[in-house]
């Protein structure tokens, strides 16, 4: 599974961003999505994931009424939607693929480069 992720960028305080994570491959061995982030010096954090199939979804409380994961089944694209957004919400956000829900990175096997996202305040 070949992972792509797009849509980082520089915003204020309270704007909005949509991150893109285009799947490709074996994609039938991953069965759920995620987004984690990782700001300088701090370890890789969940943020969401979501279901293929049936596009049940989680988010970590930091992001919950702010961010939306979503899924477009037929291009095998998963999508995080940003709004309201904080400085603490800088870091490099990563998409990743893998069997199970898992809250933990080390529950995915299949990871995307990294884009960049930058609040300022």
């Known amino acids: 599974v070949q992972l792509q992720a797009s849509g980082g960028g520089l915003v204020q305080t309270g704007g909005s961003l949509r991150l893109s994570c285009a799947a490709s491959?074996?994609?039938?061995?991953?069965?759920?999505m995620a987004w984690f982030r990782q700001a300088p010096g701090n370890e890789r954090e969940f943020v969401a994931s979501?279901?293929?199939?049936?596009?049940?979804?989680y988010y970590t409380d930091s992001v919950k009424g702010r961010f939306t994961i979503s899924r477009e089944y037929a291009k095998n694209t998963v999508f995080l939607q940003m709004t309201n957004l904080k400085p603490e919400d800088t870091a490099i956000y990563y998409c990743a693929a893998g069997l199970s829900d898992s809250r933990d990175k080390r529950g995915y096997a299949y990871w995307g480069q990294g884009t960049q996202v930058t609040v300022s305040s």
């Open positions: 491959g074996r994609t039938f061995l991953s069965p759920y």
């Open positions: 979501i279901r293929w199939s049936a596009g049940s979804t």
